[in-house]
């Protein structure tokens, strides 16, 4: 590109820049020393996090053709341009990601328990801990609520990852809970086939272990809340909070009442899964009876010997 054009074209993006709206300062160009790049820093009138100073990013962006048109490329770098590309590219594969454990959750939850419905009911519990976690981060932290209780400093956006820890964490724990829980209550109901009996030795049997372990989760999840870093402080808040709602709220009161109303539909599957899925008998059901042992004097002569 002759350094003529080059230098009208770097004027006029320059002027397009500082005649924006939401665009605080524009600094001169700065050339290499070749002369083959260009740098201008641009100072938003917002904040990092901001949606205006995003749209900001994406109209930057769109003036790329302008450059283009005379040989050359326009790119938009730096912090914060780079946390925008972050945060949309965890924003765009987070659905993929949720859909794919839980679809891997309701498969191996129904190789597990022959079941349809107790691994449906499972993942729905996930996404609804899930989504009040979430739900109670924005609370806090995005609208500014208990700020002063939890000395949060300012509102200000949820950060961009922790969606994506949140779902990866939450989810490994509440599929241990689920698994405390309801392994139980396959293991009597195939023993006894009866589905309300099977839900009260479940819970009775599972319960001590799942309080013990969501307690000291939430314990070591909540020490993070006090740590003056606010990213550390809404992990921390969000786990702990997870934690809690889906030990107490959704594995140790839904998950029985949804079992109480399922009975014994809870432990169905159709036929055609029923051949499909392989058959791993994790409560050892198909097992032998053990023998009982025999009494003294049944016959049996031990430890006794006679010589002519």
Known sequence: MPEGQRQGTVTRLRGAFIADKDVAAVSRPVPSPSGDIVVMAVVPKSSPDAEATTDLVHRMRDKAPVVAGVGGALYVTGQTAMAIDVAAKLGDALPLFIGVIVLLALLLLAVAFRSVLVPLKAALGFLLSVGASLGASVWVFQEGH????????????????????????????????????????????????????????????????????????????????????????????????????????????????????????????????????????????????????????????????ISV
């Open 146 to 305: 208990l700020n002063g209780l939890l000395h949060v400093s300012a509102a200000g956006p949820v950060t961009s990852f922790l969606p994506v820890l949140l779902t990866g964490v939450l989810f490994g724990l509440a599929m241990d809970y689920e698994v405390f829980l309801v392994s139980r209550m396959r293991e009597h109901y195939e023993h006894t086939k009866d589905a309300g009996d099977a839900i009260a030795r479940g819970v009775s049997s599972s319960a001590r272990v799942v309080v013990a372990a969501a307690l000291i989760m939430v314990a070591v999840f909540g020490g993070f809340v006090f740590n003056d870093d606010p990213i550390v402080k809404a992990i921390g808040f969000s786990l702990a909070f997870g934690v809690f709602i889906d030990a107490f709220v959704v594995r140790m009161t839904l998950v029985p009442a949804a079992m109480a109303l399922l009975g014994r539909r809870a432990w169905s599957m159709p036929r055609l899964l029923e051949r499909v899925l392989p058959d791993v008998d994790i409560e050892g059901a198909r097992l032998p009876a053990t023998p009982p042992a025999a009494a003294p004097g049944d016959g049996e002569v031990s430890g006794v010997n």
